[in-house]
T-cell receptor, first 114, second 116 residues
Framework: GQQLNQSPQSMFIQEGEDVSMNCTSS?????WLWYKQDPGEGPVLLIA?????ELTSNGRLTAQFGITRKDSFLNISASIPSDVGIYFC??????????????FGPGTSLSVIP | ETGVTQTPRHLVMGMTNKKSLKCEQH?????MYWYKQSAKKPLELMFV???????ENNSVPSRFSPECPNSSHLFLHLHTLQPEDSALYLC???????????????FGNGTRLTVT
C-alpha cells in the first residue's frame, strides 16, 4: 500500500540552528499536512499545503508542496528548545473515500540542545 | 472549551477487563476517527465515522468496538485485549470525510493504554 518516508529519522541540533526535513512518497497527493507531536500530547497541525509548488509559512516554520506532488519539505529557522518533538508529514488524497485517504509518515524526532 | 478532548489520559487494564475510551469534539466537525499510535510505527487508522455512520473499519480486531452516538462524541469499547494492544489511542475529527476537498485532521491528546 501507500507509504511515506521521512528523513531524517532523528536529528540533534544546537539551539539557533535552522532545521530541514522532508517527506517523500511514491504516490501523488492533493494535500500535504505537517504535524508536531510533543511528548504525551496529540499531534498538532502546523501547516497545510493544498497546491503543487505552494510555499507556506507559519512563524519560523516554512513548508513547501513539491511540484511533483510526491514530496514536501519543512524548514524551521532559528530553532528554540520548545521545537523539540516529533514532526509528522501526512499526504491526503481527497478523491479517495477509503481508509487510505490520509497517510502518515513515521515521523522525524527533533532534539534541540540549548 | 475547544478542540478534541479525550478521557481518560491514562488507562491500565487487565486482559479480561472491559473499558471504554471517550472522545468529544467541540469543532462542529462531521467526521471522527480512532487512530492507534505504537512506538516506531506510523499512525494506524482504526475507524472512521462520518455523520455518525461508520464508513471505515480498517481490519481492526473485534475486541475493539467503536460507538458514535452523535457527531460530537466517539467511544472505543475495549474487551479482552492483548498486551500488544498497549499503545497511545488518538481520536481525531475533521470537517468532512466523504468529500473531494481538503479536510485537515485535528487530534486529541490521546489515551495511553497499557494492557497487563
Amino acid at each position: 500500500g501507500q507509504q511515506l518516508n521521512q528523513s531524517p529519522q532523528s536529528m540533534f541540533i544546537q539551539e539557533g540552528e535552522d532545521v530541514s526535513m522532508n517527506c517523500t512518497s511514491s504516490s501523488i497527493f492533493n494535500t500535504w499536512l505537517w504535524y508536531k507531536q510533543d511528548p504525551g500530547e496529540g499531534p498538532v497541525l502546523l501547516i497545510a499545503l493544498y497546491k503543487a509548488g505552494e510555499l507556506t509559512s507559519n512563524g519560523r516554520l516554512t513548508a513547501q508542496f513539491g511540484i511533483t506532488r510526491k514530496d514536501s519539505f519543512l524548514n524551521i529557522s532559528a530553532s528554540i528548545p520548545s521545537d523539540v518533538g516529533i514532526y509528522f508529514c501526512a499526504g491526503q488524497d481527497i478523491m479517495k473515500t477509503s481508509y487510505d485517504k490520509v497517510i502518515f509518515g513515521p515521523g522525524t524526532s527533533l532534539s534541540v540542545i540549548p | 472549551e475547544t478542540g478534541v478532548t479525550q478521557t481518560p489520559r491514562h488507562l491500565v487494564m487487565g486482559m479480561t477487563n472491559k473499558k471504554s475510551l471517550k472522545c468529544e469534539q467541540h469543532l462542529g466537525h462531521n467526521a471522527m476517527y480512532w487512530y492507534k499510535q505504537s512506538a516506531k510505527k506510523p499512525l494506524e487508522l482504526m475507524f472512521v465515522y462520518s455523520l455518525e455512520e461508520r464508513v471505515e473499519n480498517n481490519s481492526v480486531p473485534s475486541r475493539f468496538s467503536p460507538e458514535c452516538p452523535n457527531s460530537s462524541h466517539l467511544f472505543l469499547h475495549l474487551h479482552t485485549l492483548q498486551p500488544e494492544d498497549s499503545a497511545l489511542y488518538l481520536c481525531a475529527s475533521s470537517q468532512d470525510f466523504r468529500v473531494s476537498e481538503p479536510s485537515a485532521l485535528h487530534f486529541g491528546n490521546g489515551t495511553r493504554l497499557t494492557v497487563t
